[in-house]
């Protein structure tokens, strides 16, 4: 966490220095400080985002290859003349047991063009999109396999 504090910090000063770097150091460890002593961050979480990172770098890739798909195939659908669009609402459960891994599959599914997450009901979740075709595979979709890879707990 110290080094994302520094690394924002000379992201946002604009310039590499001598007191830029010093300063941020500085205030990077307050802000590193404050953190562990008043909001409960423990290193150990440190280590875990660090053994995580591949399998999150693996998932924002595909999370935007799959955007990028899925807005060609929703061009696709207007521009294409006497194309009838199905719109759905598709229901499925997902095996995902935290919060926030449903938030992420639910604005994922979201974030690519025609499907939007209506609801998530313990687990339950629930999809409008705009063509039959869009919601194909959406039960057992990569983004959940993903997703269920990063839940898991690492081994020590």
């Known amino acids: 966490m110290f080094l994302l504090f520094f690394l924002i910090w000379i992201l946002l000063s604009g310039e590499l220095t001598g007191w830029v770097c010093l300063s941020g150091a500085v205030v990077s460890l307050a802000l590193y400080a404050f953190g562990v002593k008043l909001l409960g961050y423990a290193p150990r979480y440190d280590l875990l985002a660090l053994r995580k990172l591949g399998k999150g770098l693996r998932y924002l890739s595909y999370l935007i290859a799959e955007m990028l798909k899925a807005g060609f195939v929703v061009m696709k ?66 983004f959940q396999r993903l997703l269920l890879e990063l839940e898991e707990p690492d081994a020590p």
Do not use: K
């Open 77 to 142: 659908l207007i521009y294409t003349r006497g194309r009838r669009m199905e719109p759905l609402l598709v229901r499925f459960d997902t095996g995902l047991t935290s919060p926030a891994a449903r938030a992420i599959l639910g604005d994922s599914i979201t974030l690519t063009a025609g499907t939007i997450t209506v609801e998530d009901q313990d687990g339950h979740l629930y999809v409008h999109a705009l063509d039959r075709s869009l919601a194909e595979g959406i039960e057992n979709s990569e």
